[in-house]
């Protein structure tokens, strides 16, 4: 009986905690239309935009260098965009969850749009839709990868795109 109080305890500690936690996480759901804009500022800051989803190996193996890339950069002009290609009915089950056990801090949106033949070629022409593709752009260039990134060329490319020594 005096186990009771403590377990409701730890409990409702960990539910707090928890749903505190999901609530500092925002996921806004976005049409293409809604997205294209921030695939297309045209501003003196490198944009980077991800598209990845959680069921993809390859994309959960370079989050980790995105976000150190993210953080190395953090006081310049550059930003990361991650655009999730999740389920839209999964967000709070899986996205948020695995964005929180993870410290992914970076923006990231879920595209929610069927009409992937219309937007894959609208992101760039030359993208057949595999995972993970990357967009790294600024106002005078814009590059695609299809390709997993570590640390070192991720931040080789952020680094020239940046004009920095």
């Known amino acids: ?5 403590l377990i409701l305890f730890f409990c ?13 996480v925002k996921v806004d759901v976005l049409n293409f239309s809604q997205l294209e804009p921030l695939l297309n500022q045209k501003n003196d800051t ?4 991800n598209f990845w989803a959680t069921w993809c190996a390859p994309c959960v193996a ?3 260098a995105i976000k150190a ?8 002009k550059f930003k990361v965009l ?30 929610d749009d069927p009409r992937q033949n219309v937007w894959i070629d ?14 790294i752009y600024g106002k005078n ?14 931040d080789l490319i952020v680094k020239q795109k940046l004009n920095l020594p």
Request: charged share 25%; no cysteine; proline share 7%.
């Open 1 to 5: 009986m005096k186990l009771i109080p």
């Open 141 to 154: 260039f814009r590059e695609s990868h299809s390709q997993t990134f570590d640390f070192k060329t991720l």
């Open 46 to 49: 490198v944009y980077l935009v």
């Open 122 to 135: 609208k992101v760039d022409p030359n993208w057949s839709g595999e995972l993970p593709f990357t967009v």
């Open 82 to 111: 991650l655009v999730s290609l999740d389920m839209p009915g999964q967000v709070k089950s899986r996205l948020i969850p695995f964005l929180l056990s993870r410290k992914i801090t970076s923006k990231v949106v879920l595209l």
């Open 62 to 64: 370079e989050l980790p």
């Open 69 to 76: 890339v993210e953080d190395k950069y953090r006081n310049q």
């Open 12 to 24: 409702l500690s960990f539910q707090t905690s928890y749903s505190g936690s999901t609530e500092e």
